[in-house]
Every structure is written in C-alpha cells, then in structure tokens.
C-alpha cells in the first residue's frame, strides 16, 4: 500500500505512462523537482500539490497520502457516452501522442471560432 507522497506521485505517473520530463513540463516545474519529490529528498510547495492533483483528477489528500479515496473531480455518471469514449481512447495514447491531440484540438477550436 502506498503511504507517502513522494510514492504516490510516482505511482500515478508511472500508472500514465508519463516520464518524469512529460509530467514536469505539464505542471510547469523541471524534471529534477519531480525526481527529488518522488524520492522524498524535497517537498512540493502547496501550488504543485494542486496542479498535479488537477492534473492526476484526484484530491490533494489522495496525493498527499491522508486518504485513500482519489477523490474525483468529474464524475464518471456526468459523462456522456460520447465523452467516456473520447477518454477511453485519449488515455490509450502515448504522453506525445495525448499533447499531438490536445493541440491539434486547440487549434480547430480556434479556427472554429475565427
């Protein structure tokens, strides 16, 4: 079972297939932070410890190793059918391949919109 923090941001990178670059560049920190969270040689300040629970979908509790629940932001009843299938495929995706399609979105949004 895991018990600390450090553990528990591992885990759920390494559950995502994220390198700990993919994961650093995604919260906006650098890959050695991560590595010295993980292995508990450094504490993520509060500002991290919620973007990587915004990042992971789960409550900064789970993250921190006070509760066991991850807390869920989006409810999977909300989803649609739809919306579930666009996620089932979206996490079947490399880290590279999720940020082709993240921006490749971006971009039709916003010619959409233009």
């Known amino acids: 079972m895991v018990t600390n923090y450090g553990q528990r941001?591992?885990?759920?990178?390494?559950?995502?297939?994220?390198s700990l670059m993919a994961l650093a560049k995604a919260i906006g920190v650098s890959d050695t932070a991560i590595c010295k969270w993980e292995n508990q040689l450094a504490e993520p300040k509060l500002s991290y410890i919620v973007r990587l629970a915004d990042f992971f979908n789960c409550s900064t509790d789970f993250l921190t190793g006070r509760s066991d629940d991850l807390g869920w932001v989006v409810q999977p009843c909300l989803l649609t059918q739809d919306d579930k299938q666009f996620l089932d495929i979206f996490h079947d995706l490399s880290p590279q391949m999720q940020e082709l399609a993240i921006?490749?979105?971006?971009?039709?949004k916003n010619t959409k919109h233009s």
């Open 9 to 18: 941001i591992k885990e759920l990178r390494e559950e995502r297939g994220l």
């Open 103 to 108: 921006q490749t979105l971006k971009l039709w």
